[in-house]
């Protein structure tokens, strides 16, 4: 079956430390996008990638990092340098770059992540 | 810039019952406006979508028109399920296809 698979589903961290969170597609989908939820709050955009070896900061990208080495992987790096990274992570996947936002985005299960 | 405003929930329906979740937006041109689910702990999953004014977008018993002149898209169903209850978020996105923007999602919750 075609799909996004993210993991691990939830993840703790100590303060001052780095963590990646994995996201793989096998749809041969060229963009891919991590998206932030807080609760009551809608989704906001971490980084995007239209191509391999290229990718965008969103609205939200200071504190994170990210890499697009091959086409169905996309991790993101949340550092400590980000203040409040308690969050709900979405990782989702789109068929085109060139008109990457009109296209139907289809996500993964997303990874909860808890700062101790 | 351009927004998406969502009926403040959560909205409680008994089973069977008519729904309507309200959406308005404010963009520039023609957007592109969707429909998005979520059930408990899963990520989103399209509902349903409208590319130009005066589309309707159908899926699963739901629907939604593009309404131009009232910059809306609200949802309806005519009959909600127990296994309706989610959060639903409205979205668009800009003509120059730039971004996606979501509303801050509606909880839905239906009893038998």
């Known amino acids: 079956d075609g799909g996004i698979t993210q993991s691990p589903k939830y993840l703790f961290r100590k303060e001052g430390q780095n963590v990646t969170l994995s996201c793989e597609q096998n749809?041969?989908?060229?963009?891919m996008y991590w998206y932030r939820q807080d609760p009551g709050q809608g989704l906001r955009l971490i980084y995007y990638s239209q191509i391999v070896n290229d990718f965008q900061k969103g609205d939200i990208a200071e504190g994170y990092s990210v890499s697009r080495e091959k086409k169905e992987s996309f991790p993101l790096t949340v550092t400590s340098a980000q203040k409040n990274p308690t969050a709900f992570y979405l990782c989702?996947?789109?068929?085109?770059?060139?008109?990457?936002?009109?296209?139907?985005?289809?996500f993964g299960p997303g990874t909860r992540l808890t700062v101790l | 810039g351009n927004s998406v405003t969502q009926m403040e929930g959560p909205v409680t329906l008994s089973e069977e019952a008519f729904l309507t979740i309200n959406c308005t937006y404010t963009a520039t041109g023609y957007p592109s406006l969707f429909w998005y689910v979520q059930y408990p702990g899963e990520g989103l999953q399209l509902l349903l979508k409208a590319t130009k004014a005066d589309d309707k977008g159908s899926n699963k018993g739901f629907e939604a028109t593009y309404r131009k002149e009232t910059t809306s898209f609200h949802l309806e169903k005519g009959s909600v399920q127990v296994s309706d209850s989610a959060v639903y978020f409205c979205a668009l996105s800009d003509q120059a296809g730039t971004a996606l923007i979501f509303g801050k999602g509606t909880t839905l919750s239906v009893s038998s």
């Open positions: 749809l041969n989908h060229d963009a």
């Open positions: 989702a996947s789109s068929i085109e770059g060139t008109s990457h936002f009109t296209d139907t985005q289809y």
